[in-house]
């Protein structure tokens, strides 16, 4: 089973929405031109990884998605929302360490 993927404005629906109806998702939201981001984004990957099966990663690259970066108007980055059962559920801006990740997690898995 992948742990993380990329999503875009077209298959964003498919891969977000649907998928969080069976499973939770969580999206980062990211640019390659942000230092915090790549900051994060080993972070992240990591923790799917360990997390193995209890979420699915996305990553959207706003630059590269403006819509759904102005659809879930995304100002600041990196920016994190948990998906379930089709919607927003709890969010996290800027970069967090691995504890408070995981903590974000727990709460809301």
Known sequence: MEVEIEANDE???EKVIEK???LPVVVDFWTSWCPPCRL???IISKIAKEYQGKFLLVKVNVDENPKLAERY???SIPNVKMFKN???VDEFLGAMPE???KKWLDKNL
Do not use: A, N, T, W
């Open 11 to 13: 298959d964003f629906e």
């Open 86 to 88: 089709g919607r927003i």
């Open 99 to 101: 504890p408070l990740i």
């Open 20 to 22: 969080s109806k069976s």
């Open 40 to 42: 994060l984004s080993p």
């Open 73 to 75: 108007q995304i100002m």
